[in-house]
């Protein structure tokens, strides 16, 4: 533990995150608010907490509209890639910022000081999202409109930050939608922070017509066992359509969750990693009420297209109702092999334990506190980045076997893809997070 620890902390040197940031894009409302705007600091990447309605609802900046033509491009079954960043002249857009240009490549946060990321900064890795509003205006946007239609766990992290758009996505009305992006951060850096930017967007590409199902609020389902839940209550989760988290504001909240228990977008919340293949009109067949007995899953109503790999990068859609093994094998083979090389050369490896980006991101965020900060974090870190699809697999298998509910026991297999002994260590510490997995989720009830 220590070994790891040490060495997370040296691969983190070279990174940084910061406690504020958002969302840069010529497509936003508020794209050149400045501190001196508003009479308190109403920047995007200003925080948002304990605020009226008007204030935080997209960030206060309706009055500071995009022009009508910048719109955000978000091709249907593939990857949009977004700006998110302290300052916005570490962005593409630095031109128009007060400051110039302080770019630093993917640096989140350009000229934080490392003490601030070795205390602080990195436990901020709590995932984000973007939400889509089928309405061309925005006037008539309302919060239970948005549908988060992409995560990305690993979000804040990198300021080019991808995120995978579902396939089915329907085109805009008008050609036109209306987008947010959401993220909280994690209750370690302190403070009740939500941070909402919206922008115009657009849907291109697409192939089907089929509706959004009407976004639900979503639930706490996940293993939180800083919250002393070990295990993650899959019937407690909201399944499909999802509304973001509307957390700490005077007005308007849809979620009431205390201080130190964030909502996050990641698995806690039922939020798989990339795109939500799962929030359209036909979806399920069938949607049991969710609650903390329920032992009846949802049951997928769409079988996997053909050849699905790249288009359910987030690889969620088509594992409620339990797949194929195999087939489920090849969606989490490709999700990592994915996610392990984008932001680096172009490995063919799967052994993605072996691969520089995805450990260093992962290790580093759990390189600044303690134990049980430690095992919150890589829960989420290592779910589903960290393991090949081999591992995963064979981790499914001893779950079956060992009735479902533990999985403390047992090591890697000694295959040729078994993952190395730090990897091996990485898997027992995260083994509680993969009960989140829906995949695993739904072989390991189906006989429910
Ligand atoms: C929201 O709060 C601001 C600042 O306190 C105030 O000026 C504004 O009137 C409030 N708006 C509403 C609708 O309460
Ligand atoms: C933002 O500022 C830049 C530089 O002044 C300007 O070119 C652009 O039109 C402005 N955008 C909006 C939406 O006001
Ligand atoms: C999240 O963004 C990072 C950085 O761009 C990217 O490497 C990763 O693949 C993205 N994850 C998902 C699930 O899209
Ligand atoms: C949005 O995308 C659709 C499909 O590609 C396109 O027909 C439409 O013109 C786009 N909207 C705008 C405003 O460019
Ligand atoms: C179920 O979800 C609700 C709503 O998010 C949450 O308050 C509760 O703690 C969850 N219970 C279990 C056992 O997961
Ligand atoms: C769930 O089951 C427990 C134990 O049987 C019971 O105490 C609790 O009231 C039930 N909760 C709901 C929401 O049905
Ligand atoms: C899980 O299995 C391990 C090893 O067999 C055992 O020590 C532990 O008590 C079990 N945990 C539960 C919750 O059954």
Known sequence: ???????????????SVAGHASLWHP???GFNVTQQTFPYDNRPVAPLMAMNFSQWWFHGHLAYPPHPTDI???????????????????????????????????????????????????????????????????????PADFTVFSVNQTCVWTRFTEFAVPAR???????????????????????????????????????????????????RCGADPANKKPAAVPGNCTYGAKQ???????????????TYAPPFYTDLYNFKDGAQDDIFADSYASMPVPGPNQTVLPVLAVPPPPGSSSASAGGSAT????????????????????TATTSSSASTSTHTQNSPSPSQRTCSRSSNSGASAFSRRSRNAFSRRSL?????????SRRIASSGRNASSGQPDSEPESPPSLAGRILAMTRHSRALDVRRRGSLWRPL
């Open 1 to 15: 533990m220590i070994t790891l620890y040490l060495l997370c902390l040296l691969l983190s040197l070279s990174r």
């Open 72 to 142: 955000f491009a978000l091709p249907a079954g593939q990857r949009a890639t977004a700006e998110i960043a302290c300052n916005k002249g570490a962005t593409s857009y630095f031109a128009s910022s007060e400051g110039g240009d302080v770019r630093a490549g993917n640096d989140v946060c350009p000229g934080s000081p490392t003490s601030e990321y070795h205390t602080t900064g990195l436990s901020d890795v709590k995932g984000c999202g973007l939400a889509i509003a089928y309405k061309s205006d925005v006037a008539s946007v309302q």
């Open 319 to 338: 594992s409620v109702s339990g797949g194929t093994t195999t087939s489920s094998a090849t969606t989490a083979s490709h999700t990592t092999h994915t």
């Open 169 to 219: 996505m329907p085109p805009c009305p008008d050609g036109k939608c209306t987008c947010a992006f959401f993220w909280i951060h994690s209750q370690d850096s302190g403070g009740e922070q939500n941070y909402m930017n919206g922008f115009q967007c657009n849907i291109t590409g697409a192939t089907s017509t089929v509706a959004l199902a009407k976004p639900q609020v979503p639930r």
């Open 27 to 29: 497509s936003m409302w």
């Open 388 to 396: 090949n699809a081999f591992s995963r697999r064979s981790t499914l």
């Open 244 to 258: 973001p988290f509307y957390w700490f504001q005077l007005e308007q909240n849809n979620m009431f969750e205390g």
